[in-house]
């Protein structure tokens, strides 16, 4: 593992990417618990690899939800509801990550949520480049219905009661102290723990990237052998 400036993570990530081969769109995974710098990351790395050249494409987990009233069927703090319950995967494959994929048209759409309004989108139809890059941010983005849609995976970690403090900061103008709080220890928390016990996200990542200094981050390059790779759960058993 190796500490460095900000600027030369970034510039090591830009490599990684441009390392992959592929005879088909790059597809990037910036996975991590919530509040850990995910998105950050991703803009900072989409601007690095513009400036080299590479169209990219700039996507996120957020514009996939359910809508609203098919998230909470377990309640609000539900940490099984924020694993099994929140995401479209179905349709962040069909839409999104299978026509970049091997067999894929390149025909995506990058959206099929408006978080602001709780409305389901339709947006235009595009056609990605074949030397395009997609940089993809959200949380347990190494789970069974999407690991093998990634070229590139990276994990961003950070501890946990750390994220707390930080979507404290983040969430101020919008929710209490104590209803982030709540949130991040009954929901976020517990379901990243379900997550990191059943899936082993790490075991997958080929970049492991340590945020809990975000000027000073530590990168952990991985090189994978052959690695079992965990069913759907089928019971949640998060503390």
Not at 107 to 131: C, E, F, M, N
Request: proline share 7%; glycine share 6%; net charge negative.
């Amino acid at each position: 593992m190796e500490r460095g400036s900000r600027d030369e993570m970034l510039g090591r990530l830009a490599a990684a990417v441009w390392s992959v081969t592929a005879a088909h769109p790059t597809r990037v995974a910036i996975d991590g618990p919530p509040a850990a710098g995910k998105t950050t990351l991703a803009d900072e790395l989409a601007v690095v690899l513009r400036a080299q050249g590479r169209d990219v494409i700039r996507a996120t987990i957020d514009d996939f939800l359910f809508p609203r009233a098919q998230r909470y069927p377990r309640g609000e703090y539900s940490a099984e509801g924020c694993y099994f319950d929140t995401h479209d995967h179905d349709a962040l494959n069909r839409v999104l990550l299978d026509p970049l994929g091997p067999d894929g048209d390149r025909r995506i759409q990058l959206a099929v949520y408006d978080h602001t309004s709780d409305s389901v989108l339709s947006p235009a139809v595009i056609t990605a480049p074949l030397d395009a890059v997609l940089v993809f941010d959200g949380v347990f983005l190494m789970r069974p219905e999407l690991i093998d849609r990634w070229d590139l995976r990276i994990f961003v970690s950070t501890a946990l009661d750390a994220t707390v403090d930080r979507a404290v900061i983040r969430e101020s103008r919008v929710s209490s102290q104590a209803e982030v709080e709540r949130r991040w220890r009954e929901r976020y928390i517990p379901s990243q723990k379900f997550y990191f016990t059943t899936v082993r996200p790490t075991d997958h990542a080929d970049i492991i990237l340590h945020n809990d200094e975000p000027q000073q981050p530590a990168l952990a390059d991985r090189t994978h052998g052959t690695t079992e790779r965990p069913t759907h759960p089928g019971a949640f058993h998060a503390t």
